[in-house]
């Protein structure tokens, strides 16, 4: 019998390596609608809330920018917006600011893509209510990727000027390059215990997975190649995401099965710093 993840569990911090910090901040801020919590000479955390950090930057020394689906890492980290409008207003202001913008209906919500300097995927997107949400046969929630009513979403702005990510914004998904399907699933599902939600390694090489029912937590995908290479030291990119578990029992249940698993866990002042098959680091840690 496999394990199950604690259904309250949700993402957190998650950390990037960039090659010019002042750039970053300067497209956060202005593109994405980060404000700056605390800054350094080569970091720098950013925030929704203008109190907890939700994005930090660091800048590393002869940093190598990583071409798009070149290696295992982020392909993209996606930022839930509460409303409709306010995915319009995000919208409107990725227009007037001129980057290229990809987007999708996916059935159980409406997103937008970027890439910020560093070849870093960002989704900013909004969730249709649960209950509109379907399951084919096999159990696996039916997505798309149909062309978004942009004139809608325009339309749900009008009149309203946009100062940023609005409060209520979370850290939805995350979407990975991997090495190989197998090996990720066994982590993710098999030990850690986060549910498939999304089978499509049949049709196109990637996995879909959850805790509590959400339509996906964390995407897999092997569009970067099978055994893609990690990236360099030096290279931009993910440095680390977050889980953050809902209290410590939970935690400690899920590094158990991480230990009995062989799965090397390193504890730190918050809770543990642990990679996967992949090389993508990851931190557990309990809510605050």
Not at 139 to 148: R, T, V
Not at 222 to 229: H, Q, R, S, T, Y
Not at 242 to 270: C, M, S, W
């Given at each position: 019998?496999?394990?199950?993840l ?6 957190g911090l998650?950390?990037l390596?960039v090659s010019?910090?002042?750039?970053s901040l ?7 609608g980060?404000q700056?919590?605390?800054t350094?000479?080569?970091r720098?955390?950013l925030?929704?809330d203008?109190s907890h950090?939700?994005?930090r ?7 190598r920018v990583?071409p798009?689906r070149?290696?295992?890492g ?5 930022i839930?917006?509460p409303t409709r409008?306010?995915?319009g207003?995000?919208?409107?202001n990725?227009?007037?600011s001129g ?6 209906d996916?059935?159980v919500?409406e ?5 910020d300097p560093?070849n870093n ?5 909004c969730d249709?209510?649960?209950d509109?949400?379907?399951r084919?046969?096999?159990?696996n929630y039916?997505m798309?990727s149909?062309?978004?009513d ?5 339309s749900e702005?009008?009149g309203?000027e946009?100062?940023?990510l609005?409060?209520g914004t979370?850290?939805?998904h ?5 090495k190989?399907?197998a090996a990720?699933?066994?982590f993710?599902?098999d030990?850690l215990?986060?549910d ?12 879909f997975?959850?805790a509590?029912?959400?339509h996906?937590?964390?995407g897999?995908?092997?569009w970067?190649g099978?055994d893609?290479?990690t990236?360099?030291?030096?290279g931009?990119g993910?440095?680390y995401y ?8 939970a935690?400690e249940?899920a590094?158990e099965?991480l ?8 504890p730190?002042d918050?809770?543990y710093?642990v ?7 990851l931190?557990?840690i309990?809510a605050?």
């Amino acid at each position: 019998m496999f394990p199950t993840l604690n259904p309250d569990i949700k993402l957190g911090l998650v950390q990037l390596n960039v090659s010019n910090l002042a750039r970053s901040l300067q497209f956060y801020q202005e593109v994405v609608g980060l404000q700056v919590l605390q800054t350094s000479a080569s970091r720098a955390d950013l925030t929704i809330d203008g109190s907890h950090p939700f994005l930090r930057l660091e800048e590393i020394p002869n940093a190598r920018v990583t071409p798009r689906r070149s290696a295992a890492g982020l392909y993209h980290f996606a930022i839930l917006l509460p409303t409709r409008r306010d995915l319009g207003l995000s919208l409107r202001n990725l227009i007037q600011s001129g980057i290229h913008i990809g987007q999708a209906d996916h059935l159980v919500s409406e997103a937008l893509y970027i890439t910020d300097p560093d070849n870093n995927g960002i989704e900013i997107y909004c969730d249709r209510p649960r209950d509109t949400w379907r399951r084919d046969t096999a159990g696996n929630y039916i997505m798309a990727s149909d062309p978004i009513d942009w004139d809608g979403l325009l339309s749900e702005a009008e009149g309203t000027e946009w100062h940023g990510l609005p409060p209520g914004t979370t850290m939805g998904h995350i979407h990975f390059h991997i090495k190989n399907l197998a090996a990720s699933k066994q982590f993710y599902c098999d030990i850690l215990g986060f549910d498939i939600v999304s089978d499509a390694r049949a049709t196109m090489q990637a996995l879909f997975i959850s805790a509590g029912g959400y339509h996906h937590h964390i995407g897999l995908n092997v569009w970067a190649g099978e055994d893609a290479p990690t990236p360099p030291s030096n290279g931009t990119g993910l440095a680390y995401y977050t889980i953050v578990f809902p209290h410590a029992q939970a935690l400690e249940e899920a590094v158990e099965r991480l230990h009995h698993a062989g799965v090397q866990t390193n504890p730190q002042d918050q809770g543990y710093d642990v990679t996967d098959p992949s090389d993508i680091h990851l931190k557990l840690i309990v809510a605050r």
